[in-house]
């Protein structure tokens, strides 16, 4: 047994390396709930032992020391952190504790909460002087911050001036990538060659975290503010009126924020946030409860790192250990060998997890996973569970297996792989003919912001392929009754409602996503989106040079390159071919967004919900008549189209700037006068 002397040299050791990797290279090893178990451990060791405490000990500080290359900045009041709650009782607890020390000091003791989500990103702060933009860090160790001004500025939401500020103001922020962005971002930079990024929170640091701010500006970053630091001719009484008088500002407050009368109350907040957590755009990993009045918070105090008035309910971990059976490996949609986890069942977050993706060979490299290793599994939101790392005892142990190695043969078609030269990736050569890769071709296809064909999932999918009735995706437009219902599981109503679907996703499904459904390589949602914009038809996409690619917003050289090597293929130009022979739309309809049409020059910000149209809709349809459509209002902005539950930030922007505002009715209207 180790003293608690020589344990706390430990923890500490090990805590200081994990902060190291966590904020200085944005690769962590460990989960945080991992992090917190070593945190605990020291913490308790250092409560029973209180001449053990150091003044540098992982307890006393807030992260790691700032990088070398960005210029220190010391915060103008400290970055603190904040005390985690792990269930109701500990949050009740909590606030039992706080209710006890404001009693010696008053007569009466009422107070008042606000319950908002925890950000799962980069805390930062943002000073303005009397009203402008003037430095942007991000925590380090909470004394001591970076200066990443040159970044911050390059994100949309992040206001640069603000009317009517004081002559000092610090709001304080996280720095998030939805997770949406960071989905379409990992799949370009898998496309092009370049590592892909373990998780949202990661990507955004990291983009902060980049020296060339042009790189950091095409990062999808957005921010969330949730308070205020130093403040110099303001004050607020509580923490919503902060929040509210920030949102009027501009600054993206998150939504469904409350203020609660009892304990009562905020447990059945936190609840609300966990349950909602899988269908927000970010990630969060718990839900802050804070003091609302300003003065009690005060008095309150800090110990250590964190504010005794405020505290993190920690959700349910979305991650999990057990054992990784074997690495398996299955074939992807352009012929790459994917990996994926056979695991031992366990539970993450309320579901089992038998199976989970390992993404590509170069991640699994990179997290160095080995078949019979103890692992981190990770879910989040809906996205397929992952494999996160192996534990560090699985990584020191010795007898670990090799590093899986791809197949020699493709699991799909029993094809000898290869792997390019240029390439990252080892692949299955036979891609007309590979049952695996057209299945995921079809898959992808079929899928909803692709054709969206209704009533084809995998299932069917897959009886259509192993029934031979498709070969290729071109296949599904030649399916006839009479086929169909010799399938089992189909009649005749069945097998015309499939057929109608087809025919609408046939005559509907707009070129963008025509080129999308593709499934070409550096193709994804939103670069299929900016290339029909900007070419305007298939012809003139396969006559086009990578030069005149790299003109689409958001390709660089090295996708131009990919695409174009890709679209040069036979295989690719007779699938298009025949793609066109079935009436599928190869041309961009209507002007190109901004341009030219009625609506031209006209720009529109589209909030809450539309009573008919949905925000796609909307946004086709304004677009299809020149007009642009933007997530910010700025003075630019003509319109705010207004729906039910708007978001604060938009509307109060709108309102303050005196943005016209519109509802869906007279939005019809200005498309139809357009129309005339
Ligand atoms: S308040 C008063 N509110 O969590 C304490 N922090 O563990 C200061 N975070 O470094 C933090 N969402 O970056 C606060 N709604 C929220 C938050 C939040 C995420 C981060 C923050 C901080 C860490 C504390």
């Given at each position: 047994m180790s003293s608690p002397a020589q344990r706390a040299g430990e923890l500490r050791r090990e805590l200081e390396h994990h902060n190291k990797l966590y904020y200085e290279q944005d690769a962590p090893e460990i989960s945080d709930a991992e992090y917190d178990e070593l945190l605990n451990e020291l913490r308790a060791i250092e409560t029973d032992n209180p001449d053990l405490v150091t003044p540098d000990s992982p307890t006393q500080r807030v992260g790691a020391a700032p990088l070398e290359r960005f210029e220190p900045v010391r915060h103008l009041q400290r970055m603190t952190s904040l005390a985690n709650a792990r269930n109701e009782d500990e949050l009740r607890a909590w606030e039992q504790r706080i209710r006890n020390l404001l009693a010696k000091e008053r007569d009466t003791v009422e107070l008042e909460y606000v319950t908002e989500p925890k950000i799962d990103g980069l805390a930062i702060s943002l000073v303005y002087e009397n009203g402008r933009l003037v430095r942007g860090a991000t925590r380090g160790d909470g004394e001591v911050g970076e200066d990443v001004t040159q970044n911050l500025r390059t994100i949309d939401d992040v206001p640069k001036r603000v009317e009517g500020a004081p002559a000092l103001l610090e709001v304080r922020g996280e720095v998030y990538m939805p997770r949406s962005a960071f989905a379409r971002l990992n799949e370009a930079r898998a496309a092009a060659g370049e590592p892909t990024f373990a998780n949202p929170r990661n990507s955004a640091a990291g983009s902060i975290r980049q020296l060339d701010p042009a790189l950091a500006a095409s990062r999808p970053l957005s921010i969330w503010a949730y308070g205020i630091g130093a403040l110099e001719g303001l004050s607020f009484t509580t923490h919503m009126e902060t929040l509210e008088w920030l949102r009027e500002r501009g600054f993206p407050i998150s939504p469904n924020i409350e203020v609660h009368q009892d304990i009562e109350a905020v447990v059945a907040a936190c609840r609300a946030w966990e349950e909602r957590r899988d269908s927000l755009d970010f990630e969060t990993d718990g839900a802050v409860v804070k003091v609302n009045d300003i003065q009690t918070m005060r008095d309150l105090g800090i110990v250590g790192r964190e504010p005794r008035g405020a505290i993190a309910w920690k959700f349910a971990p979305m991650t999990a250990t057990t054992t990784l059976r074997r690495v398996m490996w299955n074939v992807g949609r352009t012929g790459h060998m994917v990996p994926f986890a056979d695991l031992e069942p366990v539970a993450v977050s309320g579901v089992t997890v038998k199976l989970a993706t390992l993404h590509n060979e170069e991640d699994l490299k990179r997290k160095d996973v080995r078949d019979g290793d103890e692992v981190i599994v990770m879910r989040a939101g809906d996205v397929i569970p992952q494999v996160v790392s192996p534990t560090p005892q699985a990584q020191k142990n010795k007898k670990r297996s090799p590093t899986p190695q791809p197949p020699e043969k493709c699991p799909a078609c029993g094809t000898p792989t290869v792997k390019p030269e240029d390439g990252v990736w080892t692949i299955c050569p036979n891609r007309a003919g590979c049952p695996g890769q057209i299945f995921q071709h079809v898959k992808h296809f079929v899928s909803r912001g692709a054709?969206?064909?209704?009533?084809?999932g995998e299932e069917r999918a897959s009886q259509l392929l192993r029934a031979g009735l498709?070969?290729?995706?071109?296949d599904i437009f030649e399916l006839t009754k009479e086929n169909l219902v010799?399938?089992?599981?189909?009649?005749d109503l069945s097998a015309q409602a499939l057929l109608d679907s087809i025919e609408r996703s046939r005559q509907e499904t707009p070129f963008f996503r025509v080129l999308y459904a593709l499934g070409i390589n550096g193709i994804g949602y939103v670069n299929a989106r900016n290339i029909a914009a900007q070419l305007r038809s298939m012809d003139a996409l396969l006559d086009a040079t990578p030069e005149q690619i790299v003109e689409t917003p958001g390709i660089g050289p090295v996708l131009a390159d990919t695409i174009v090597e890709t679209l040069e293929e036979d295989r690719e130009r007779e699938l298009i071919a025949r793609l066109r022979a079935h009436g599928l739309k190869m041309e961009q309809e209507g002007p190109a967004p901004g341009t030219e049409g009625p609506l031209a020059g006209k720009t529109f910000v589209i909030t809450g919900t539309l009573p008919n149209l949905s925000r796609e809709q909307a946004t086709e349809a304004i677009e299809g008549a020149g007009g642009k459509v933007t997530n910010s209002v700025s003075k630019k902005t003509d319109y705010l189209v207004v729906g039910a539950d708007p978001g604060g930030s938009k509307y109060n922007k709108a309102q303050e700037i005196g943005t016209e505002q519109i509802d869906e009715d007279q939005l019809n209207e200005l498309l139809a006068g357009a129309a005339v």
């Open positions: 054709m969206d064909i209704d009533g084809l498709i070969k290729d995706v071109a010799e399938l089992e599981g189909f009649g």
